[in-house]
């Protein structure tokens, strides 16, 4: 195999150099109906919008001490959807004046031979979940609660089981790089959700 | 004259429908209080309130319209009285200068218009009893003197900005402290382990037998021991390892992992693997 055909690097130029800022948090079972309660009311004025879709994770190793991961999503209480590929770089924790995580990230619309397409690149799969929850926005912000669910049988989303007790709480704002602002209104936007939530900039790296 | 008359009338007419109106609420409150008692919730009492308040204000504000004329002025004699029973209760009226004769039916609750019940319905002072405490509560005040009256007002004003301040202590400490400690919201661990789940599927099923640690994160050894040791997520593991030799991987894959042979147990696969990591070189 070649080196992989997207670098590491951040894609630049263009239109497509956007940031995800994010914050994590998470709520537990029997306190999600009051952060749902809180969230409608904070939120923009919208239907409540849920969510249950099916994330594949694909790695592409290549000569790189590091795979190349793409993250592909499809809907499964929306037929005809598109599916929803995406990169997400390296996040960087930033110093204290930035409140939020950042990463790189490249959102795609698919079409839904997505995965052959991955796997005839060479991809594989590396794990998979299903994803069921709500959505609500505030702006430009996005915000996600949803309960994880392992899938017991490879590639079978019927037979599915919750990973934990409780519903991952994530706050993201996707904008061009630079844009260090919206950190504050995420910022502000969180403290609002304390005590029941704590949304904080969480580094994976140190939960490995 | 004719202009006030008809002024007079009109306030009249609109005091009536008001008192109409909150008779009609007081009634229904009072019915539901007697039937409803066993199934009557609290906010439909406060609603009750509400409304009754609602319908007093209206009213004051009727009397206090600019257009309305001082009632005070006007004086009220009875003409008749009779101990007989009075069917239709016929009520003479002189207000004033003009008489007025008014029909009036008052459901049953009077029946005589007699020189018994008369000085209750005329009534525009109050009871005897309550003036009787009125005077002693006024002779009692004029007793004091206005030292000593000073100093009961401020030890009252103390007291009283003592309990408020307990009040908004107390409500402080339940907002605040008081929530969290007795129902946790959230868990911090649980956070983690989802956070770890969506960076780098830690605890969903790996179908690949690298026991890969995700992106960016070569060659981290043990990742499966570590998961194993994180609080309640054994099961996690467990459930997740056998999966690990589904037909899935390719035979590439198990040499890569440096695993070809058949692995004795699924957790073991796991941390062998992961510490014979492919993407170590």
Redesign the interface.
Known sequence: MEAPPVTMMPVTGGTINMMEYLLQGSVLDHSLESLIHRLRGLCDNMEPETFLDHEMVFLLKGQQASPFVLRARRSMDRTGAPWHLRYLGQPEMGDKNRHALVRNCVDIATSENLTDFLMEMGFRMDHEFVAKGHLFRKGIMKIVVYKIFRILVPGNTDSTEALSLSYLVELSVVAPAGQDMVSDDMRNFAEQLKPLVHLEKIDPKRLM | MQREEKQLEASLDALLSQVADLKNSLGSFIYKLENEYDRLTWPSVLDSFALLSGQLNTLNKVLKHEKTPLFRNQVIIPLVLSPDRDEDLMVCITRADTVLEQKRQTEGRVPVFSHEVVPDHLRTKPDPEVEEQEKQLTTDAARIGADAAQKQIQSLNKMCSNLLEKISKEERESE?GG??PN??????A???????????????????PSG???????G?PG?GT?LAGAS??QQ?QM??AP?QQ?P?LSGV?MAQAGQPGKMPSGIKTNIKSASMH??Q?
């Open positions: 605040g929530l969290r129902k946790q919201t959230f868990n911090p649980d956070t983690n382990a989802l956070v770890a789940a969506v960076a780098f599927g830690k605890g969903l099923s790996n179908w690949r890969s640690s995700g992106p960016g994160q070569p981290q990742a570590v309640g997520l996690v459930a997740g999966s589904q899935m894959q492919p993407y070189r």
